[in-house]
């Protein structure tokens, strides 16, 4: 059944409880739009307690339960490079490359493209660690070339076991993704998903993270070029599409989440088909010294960091119960146990960095990895081990979906 389901959604019962749990999250938003407030802790305890007793998690978990029951999926991310001109001001790369432009520079050994034999290499390691669903991401030098982008992506259908690849690497017009569509050899069976993250949706916002971006067709500047990705890659025959946002960028989570239901809502109607994934991460600042970030509101640190992520996945599956929500290894093992509860698709052993996964197979085999200089990283992980992880979702009863757990010892 696609997405995961295990219930037919289109049945007259599961409809009555999937508008039931949009009316929750809508009557939820109504009453607490501003006072989840990410400038205010006091604040956020009140909407927790509030959540709390209105029975917002509960709920939550019950229609989660009702549509993907104990189903969890997992992917793997093969990170590209790290030369980006895009400059968002909340990314690490982001600062470290507009550091190089203020400086006149246009090289440096921590900003890095993989070629296409050490992209290969790094799939095949994907690979090797279990995974079958394939997440591709890079920064602009590969990502403004469409050419680029299929050679890349050509290597990842390609691998042995994979049956979705992901392209997350940038916003195109439908033309731009027909001819990605087009030119790829895609192996029958093999899924191919475009997704970006408008990052923000309240527009004030985004104007300020993206301010240096470059004035150009196809920039990130350009933040109506960017919402209609989704339906430009479904009108292009592309299978599936994903959207996401950044937490802490601005000051109210629930206008973000409206923006995605709302969003997902205008996909579905222009492109076809809802979204099949919805990415919630919470922005941190993985390199505080040398690359620190400009985040208006960074919730890693903050006395209520749980209380939020919690009620954010938790509102966010209310609002989109049809829509896979994803969390990440960004959030702690201990943190992500809590969201399976919600969210049903998840990162394994993810090191967000270029050639992160050949030197995962190393940390894999029991060996310490430590050589050459550290490449920027955009995102700060706590990558579980895969088979300390497999066993802790089987013992919490969850079935492992898109991963060949069969490689593991799992043995109590
Ligand atoms: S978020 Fe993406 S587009 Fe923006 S600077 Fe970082 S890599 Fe580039």
């Known amino acids: 059944m696609s997405n995961e389901y295990i219930v037919n959604i289109e049945l007259p019962g599961i409809q009555t409880e999937i508008k039931e749990a ?13 006072t989840f407030d990410l400038a205010d802790e006091a604040k956020i305890k009140m909407v927790y307690k509030a959540a709390q007793i209105m029975g917002i998690f509960a709920r939550a978990k019950a229609i989660r339960q009702l549509l993907f029951g104990r189903n969890i999926s997992l992917y793997g991310v093969c990170y590209l490079g790290t030369k980006c001109n895009q400059n968002c001001k909340f990314c690490p790369m982001g600062q470290a490359n507009w550091k190089m432009h203020l400086h006149g520079k246009t090289s440096s050994d921590r900003l890095i493209t993989l070629s296409l034999e050490e992209a290969s290499a790094d799939l095949d390691a994907l690979v090797q660690i ?5 997440c591709i991401l890079a920064g602009e030098a590969i990502a403004c070339d469409p050419g680029k982008v299929v050679e890349y992506a050509q290597l990842a259908v390609y691998k042995p076991g994979v049956h979705e690849v992901i392209l997350n690497m940038g916003a195109y017009t439908q033309r731009t993704f027909e001819f990605i569509k087009e030119t790829i050899v895609l ?8 997704r970006v993250f408008q990052e923000t949706y309240v527009k004030t916002e985004y104007d300020y993270y993206m301010e240096r971006a470059p004035r150009e067709h196809g920039s990130k500047a350009d933040f109506d070029f960017r919402y209609n990705s989704q339906v430009a890659a479904l009108k292009a025959g592309f299978d599936e599409v994903g959207i996401g946002v950044l937490f802490g960028l601005s000051r109210y989570p629930l206008k973000e989440i409206k923006g995605l239901q709302q969003h997902a809502a205008y996909i579905k109607k222009y492109g076809g088909k809802y979204p099949k994934r919805c990415c919630l991460p919470i922005a941190n600042n993985p390199e505080p010294d040398t690359n620190p970030v400009d985040v208006k509101y960074l919730i890693p640190g903050m006395s209520t960091e749980q209380m939020i992520t919690e009620l954010i996945y938790a509102l966010a599956r209310l609002a989109m119960p049809t829509v896979s929500t994803v969390s990440s290894e960004r959030d702690n093992p201990g943190t992500l146990e809590l969201l399976d509860q919600y969210a049903n698709h998840t990162t394994l052993f993810v090191h967000p960095a270029p050639g992160g996964n050949i030197k995962s197979l190393d940390e894999l085999h029991g060996e310490t990895f430590s050589h050459g200089y550290k490449p920027v990283a ?5 990558p579980r081990y895969p088979r300390e992880a497999i066993k802790s979702w089987q013992k919490r009863g969850y079935n492992i979906l898109g991963f060949n757990i069969t490689k593991y010892d799992l043995c109590p």
């Open 22 to 34: 949009r009316k929750i999250f809508s009557d939820f938003y109504e009453k607490y739009c501003t």
């Open 378 to 382: 955009q995102a700060e992980v706590f």
């Open 130 to 134: 279990g995974h079958r669903e394939i």
């Open 187 to 194: 192996p029958a069976g093999v899924k191919l998903q475009h």
